[in-house]
């Protein structure tokens, strides 16, 4: 099939979880012959690279704003996907649903990846939360098949919406090899520091995290991994509190082989996002055998399940991650557990599987594949959930 991803930043990974999704699809999808465009923003992937691990970059520009710069590259991208006469496409982020018109109205079938609740995020105003919350209700209407990522996200688009999605959760690799030399350039040593990863934005409670590692008595860093374009004055603030204690490490964004390295060394791993649906990190942690402290959101609880140790508050993440710092055996535990609910619920081959029936489904070529998959009720996942 022909099949064009669309409404992230593009690939390879360079910022977010979305981005990280598309690279693994597409690159997946193109391993077992299929041939696929994802849609690129020129400030984050050179107009000079057309292809990456066989997958095609269409690299086109738009307006580098807050509000603007999402919604502007993916209408544009829409317009130019007309032309490419595509089998099937994939839009990423609910916010870009109004889109999906463009092209079905040229004949091709869309889906969209609506991620998580968009409109609880700090960073929006008024007019962009409401824009959001128009743009879920779009989204059971225009695009041919919704996606949501985890149970939690599609239990409310039934319950909000009345609308059945079909749920596709993302994927992790497993895996853990300790590399010394990998890690050292941010001066810790393997199993020698507590790691956390997200943009740095208030939903995503690094503040939280930073705070409660201040209460806790240990020789290990902590090392902050991720940025935002548009959160300076958050950013600010967190080094600010960070201020005083050299354990705190901030690293900036870190991709690729680096990441796979500071995953794969950490001796836990803290997860404090309270917004969106099922969060990329989140799995990775887990597939590269960490230890995983998570806040107690429903989202994060549906993932880790019982591979985890869930946390309500800081005073409750300083006292639990104290105890997880004492105990090796505790920590090593939690690594199987973990590894062994990736390998269970989060492999990337049976989410690719997925989506290469969905497209398959939506452009009629059922028959060529697998037996295609149905738009799973809530009551379903739940049983999948429970016999973790």
Known sequence: MRIAILGTRGIPASYGGFETFAEHLATRLVARGHEVTVYCRAHYVSPRQMEYHGVRLKVLPTIRHKYLDTVI??????????????????????????????????????????????????????????????????????????????????????????????????????????????????????????????????????????????????????????????????????????????????????????????????????????????????????????CVLTLATPENLEVVGDAGVSYSDEFDLAEKLQRVLRDGSLVHAYRQRAQLRIRSHYDWDRVVDQYEQLFARMCGKTAEFAPEIEATSSADVFETVSKS
């Open 73 to 290: 590259h993916t209408f544009i991208s829409a317009i130019h996907a007309v032309s490419g006469r595509f089998d099937a496409a994939l839009i990423c982020n609910a916010a870009n649903a109004p889109f999906s018109s463009v092209l079905r109205l040229t004949g091709t079938p869309v889906a969209i990846n609506v991620d998580g609740l968009e409109y609880k995020r700090k960073k929006w105003n008024r007019l962009g939360r409401s824009y959001y919350q128009l743009a879920e209700y779009l989204s059971k209407l225009l695009p041919n098949e919704m996606v949501t990522d985890a149970q939690v996200i599609q239990d409310y688009y039934l319950a909000r919406h009345n609308a059945r999605s079909t749920m596709i959760a993302y994927g992790s690799e497993v895996e853990r090899r300790p590399d010394r030399e990998l890690v050292r350039k941010w001066r810790v040593e393997p199993n020698r520091y507590v790691l956390y990863v997200s943009r740095l934005e208030p939903e995503n409670n690094a503040h939280l995290v930073i705070e409660a590692f201040k209460k806790v008595r240990t020789a290990y860093r902590l090392l902050v991994v991720g940025d935002a374009p548009y959160a300076e004055e958050y950013i600010k603030d967190l080094k600010a509190r960070a201020r005083g204690d050299k354990r705190i490490v901030f690293t900036g964004f870190v991709f690729g082989q680096d990441y796979r390295a500071l995953q794969q060394n950490a001796y836990c791993y803290v997860h404090a996002t309270e917004v969106g649906g099922t969060h990329p990190a989140l799995l990775e942690a887990m597939g590269y055998g960490n």
